[in-house]
């Protein structure tokens, strides 16, 4: 099955950026969707971002919607999220998540392979 793994999470003042990165196995469909969500402590797992297989359409939460960015490189199985102005209220464990469609999905419930998250943390 799909492998995932996170990297680039630590510690930024408020305001600072961070880069996050997912890469996946070489086992990884051909036509799939990935998917960023986090969770704070004490909160559910939420929705970050999205992007469809082709890399052409991304969607975001309202709460991260112009200060994030996803991107995907598909020949190196990667994709990543630039965060920038980051705020105490992003604190959160990041997940990187794949299915296979060709639409972008905003659920984790639609999501069929996970990483095992990575921490970010944004002082005041």
């Known amino acids: 099955q799909v492998q995932l793994v996170e990297s680039g999470g630590g510690l930024v003042q408020a305001g600072g950026s961070l880069r996050l990165s997912c890469a996946a196995s070489?086992?990884?469909?051909?036509?799939?969707?990935m998917g960023w969500f986090r969770q704070a402590q004490g909160k559910e797992r939420e929705f970050v971002a999205t992007?469809?297989?082709?890399?052409?359409?991304?969607y975001y939460a309202d709460s991260v919607k112009g200060r994030f960015t996803l991107s995907r490189d598909g020949a190196k199985n990667t994709v990543d999220l630039q965060m920038n102005s980051l705020k105490p209220e992003d604190t959160a464990v990041y997940y990187c998540?794949?299915?296979?469609?060709?639409?972008?999905?905003?659920?984790?419930?639609?999501?069929?392979?996970w990483g095992q998250g990575t921490q970010v943390t944004v002082s005041s």
């Open positions: 992007i469809t297989w082709s890399g052409r359409t991304a």
């Open positions: 070489k086992r990884t469909f051909s036509r799939y969707a």
């Open positions: 998540a794949a299915r296979q469609g060709v639409s972008y999905y905003v659920s984790l419930a639609e999501y069929d392979y």
